[in-house]
Nanobody, 123 residues
Framework: QVQLVESGGGSVQAGGSLRLSCTASKYIGCMAWFRQAPGKEREAVATIDRDKRTYYADSVKGRGTISQDSAKNMLYLQMYSLKVEDTAMYYC????????????????????WGQGTRVTVSS
């Protein structure tokens, strides 16, 4: 079993920044951030594969950085230049079954999920 706990969400004005954190109960090399806005499907924001390559959704490319601290079992998402449309619940996800190469942006690729942390961006 893997436990994932997100933190760092909150309310911020458009143009601001936030850093989301995900604490994992153990180190997992294949992880991702997803988000779900009200009334919309959960979508990938950023992923990191087994070779530490990072991938981003077009909507956040250039405005976000996913990173991992293996010593602390932590995953981060630094978001810059936030927009109102970034408002959503953000989820940390981990994949422990199957290969972890490339951009894995489907929710079914991941085996474990956190409870989410809410980000609200106001204009």
């Amino acid at each position: 079993q893997v436990q994932l706990v997100e933190s760092g969400g909150g309310s911020v004005q458009a143009g601001g920044s936030l850093r989301l954190s995900c604490t994992a109960s153990k180190y997992i090399g294949c992880m991702a951030w997803f988000r779900q806005a009200p009334g919309k499907e959960r979508e990938a924001v950023a992923t990191i594969d087994r070779d530490k390559r990072t991938y981003y959704a077009d909507s956040v490319k250039g405005r976000g950085t996913i990173s991992q601290d293996s010593a602390k079992n932590m995953l981060y998402l630094q978001m810059y230049s936030l927009k109102v449309e970034d408002t959503a619940m953000y989820y940390c996800a981990a994949r422990i079954v199957g290969l972890c190469v490339g951009y894995l942006d489907n929710i079914h690729e991941y085996n474990y999920w956190g409870q989410g942390t809410r980000v609200t961006v106001s204009s």
